[in-house]
């Protein structure tokens, strides 16, 4: 938002990226109208189970390739 110059916005955003959308409406207030979550998936402490879990699957050299299949699943 202030890379663009603009404020206050409303922030649209769903599964994990709601999680950056409530991030940024704490970090710069003023700068957030407002926040819309779809399917949000915003959780406390990640379990270290599933820690592992996200490294493996951000891992390369397969990272990339899990996660264009998995988004065309969608």
Same mark, same amino acid.
């Given at each position: #938002?202030?890379?663009?110059? =603009? *404020?206050? @916005?409303?922030?649209?955003?769903? $599964?994990m @990226?709601? *999680?950056?959308?409530?991030? @940024?409406? /704490?970090?710069?207030? $003023?700068?957030?109208?407002? #926040? /819309?979550?779809? =399917? @949000?998936?915003?959780?406390?402490? /990640?379990? *270290?189970?599933?820690?592992?879990?996200?490294?493996?699957?951000?891992?390369?050299?397969?990272?990339?390739?899990f996660?264009?299949?998995?988004?065309?699943?969608?």
């Amino acid at each position: #938002i202030r890379h663009l110059d =603009g *404020g206050p @916005a409303l922030i649209i955003s769903t $599964s994990m @990226a709601a *999680g950056a959308a409530a991030w @940024a409406a /704490v970090e710069a207030s $003023s700068l957030v109208a407002g #926040i /819309v979550m779809i =399917g @949000a998936a915003v959780h406390g402490e /990640v379990s *270290g189970a599933n820690r592992l879990l996200y490294k493996a699957l951000f891992a390369r050299p397969w990272g990339v390739a899990f996660w264009q299949w998995y988004y065309t699943t969608l």
